[in-house]
């Protein structure tokens, strides 16, 4: 069981706009920001937001992440058939043990 | 260019201690803001955290884990090294090492992986 939480799938069609969530708590998306890693098949993670919103040199405009409160999103428009991937959010998680990093439990993405 | 790559046994015993390697290139655990952390995912699974140190040798772990866990650095050498105790079968993954830094806080380059299997 991931501490922080995201649908097990999602979908769409080349060109439409997806989101994906991720929820937390306060003492993890509420106080610190929030990473996105994808996962292509059989390789590495890859950082694809940090800082909540920010994108690494190389990654796309098309990729862009939001927070607000203990809940974040990263969203795709223009989806594209290389884009079908496993994706995963990450944060500090300050509570009584921490600070330690918890990940997401992964949103596998289809592109139909 | 920054490279990871892990190294260590691909199969080990119940009970038994696995050591990881993480060799890098193209920056220095000495340079101030520098972290690697070690990173695993069992077989169609999530990734999971495991442990995080830092050019300070300030050190991270992962609370569930943290009695099984030692992570060491040779600045020297360019290497961490991470060692899990006592094995059990449900700690077969594929264990990545990554580099952090205190610039953008994540993890943000990975090695390929070494995949680690625990069985008798």
């Known amino acids: 069981q991931s501490v922080l939480t995201q649908p097990p799938s999602a979908s769409g069609t080349p060109g439409q706009r997806v989101t994906i969530s991720c929820s937390g708590s306060?003492?993890?998306?509420?106080?610190?920001?929030v990473n996105w890693y994808q996962q292509l098949p059989g390789t590495a993670p890859k950082l694809l937001i940090y800082?909540?919103?920010q994108r690494p040199s190389g990654v796309p405009d098309r990729f862009s992440g939001s927070k607000s409160g203990t809940s974040a999103s990263l969203a795709i428009s223009g989806l594209q058939s290389e884009d079908e991937a496993d994706y995963y959010c990450?944060?500090?998680?300050?509570?009584?043990?921490?600070?330690?990093?918890?990940f997401g439990g992964g949103t596998k993405l289809t592109v139909l | 260019q920054i490279t990871l790559k892990e190294s260590g046994p691909t199969l080990v015993k119940p009970t038994q201690t696995l050591t990881l390697t993480c060799t890098f290139s193209g920056f220095s655990l000495s340079t101030s803001g520098v972290g690697v952390g070690w990173i695993r995912q069992p077989p169609g699974k999530a990734l999971e955290w495991l442990a995080l140190i830092y050019w300070d040798d300030d050190k991270r772990y992962s609370p569930s884990l943290k009695s099984r866990l030692t992570i060491t650095k040779d600045t020297s050498k360019n290497q961490v090294v991470l060692t899990m105790t006592n094995m059990d079968p449900v700690d077969t993954a594929t264990y990545y090492c990554?580099?952090?830094?205190?610039?953008?806080?994540?993890?943000?380059?990975w090695g390929q992986g070494t995949m680690v299997t625990v069985s008798s």
């Open positions: 306060s003492s993890n998306i509420g106080s610190n920001t």
């Open positions: 990554a580099h952090d830094s205190t610039y953008n806080d994540a993890f943000d380059i």
């Open positions: 990450a944060a500090w998680d300050d509570s009584l043990n921490g600070p330690f990093w918890v």
């Open positions: 800082s909540n919103n």
